[in-house]
C-alpha cells in the first residue's frame, strides 16, 4: 500500500473501541523503508486553538470537523482502513502550517 498526503483513512486508535479519521500528511513514498504514514486525526470536537485545522464539508465528514494537528501520529498501513477521499490542497497547507508551527519550523 502506498499513502498520499491528502487521503482520509479509517483507523481504530484504541481510544474507547472508535473507529476514528485521519489524514496523511507526508509525501507519496513508494519507496519508503517501512510501510508507515504519519496522520493527524480528525476531530468534531473543536476547542477553540490554532491546533484544530477547520476542514470543508465533504460526503465523508457527517458535521463540521478539524484536522486536529496536536494528535499527530504515526499508523502502520495495515491497520489503515479504508480510504474514504482527501482532503484539499489548500486544507494541507494549512494542516503542514500547524505542524510546522507546533515543532516550531520556520
Known sequence: MTTE???????DLGIAGK?????????KDPKAPRATSVCVPITT???GSWYEVPLARKPFLREQ???N????QAFAHHVM?????????EEMDAIRAAIARMIEIK
Open 81 to 89: 482502513q479504508e480510504s474514504l477521499g482527501r482532503l484539499h490542497p
Open 45 to 47: 470536537a473543536f476547542r
Open 5 to 11: 498526503p491528502g487521503q482520509v483513512y479509517k483507523v
Open 19 to 27: 473507529v476514528r479519521m485521519v489524514v496523511v500528511v507526508p509525501m
Open 69 to 72: 494537528t496536536q494528535g499527530i
Open 65 to 67: 470537523s478539524w484536522a
